[in-house]
């Protein structure tokens, strides 16, 4: 069943308000190739992206609180 509009706009307003964006730039044909390697390995791309940058986070030795958050 198709979303509505309303429904679509509530949807708009919860994301707005529960979530930060962040933007990265790969090389063209970059993104194909890491979304297709991640969904073969059962992530999706921002789940992925975030254990990686949780990863990366853990190996540096950052403030406990900033892993906390995650």
Not at 2 to 22: F, L, S, V
Not at 42 to 53: K, P, Q, V
Request: no cysteine; hydrophobic share 35%; proline share 3%.
């Amino acid at each position: 069943m198709p979303i509505t509009e309303a429904q679509y706009r509530a949807n708009q307003k919860y994301h707005a308000k529960a979530y930060d964006r962040m933007n990265i730039v790969l090389y063209k044909g970059e993104k194909d190739t890491l979304r297709d390697y991640v969904f073969s390995q059962g992530y999706t791309l921002n789940g992925f992206i975030r254990e990686a940058i949780i990863e990366k986070l853990s190996r540096m030795e950052a403030p406990k609180e900033t892993l906390q958050k995650w």
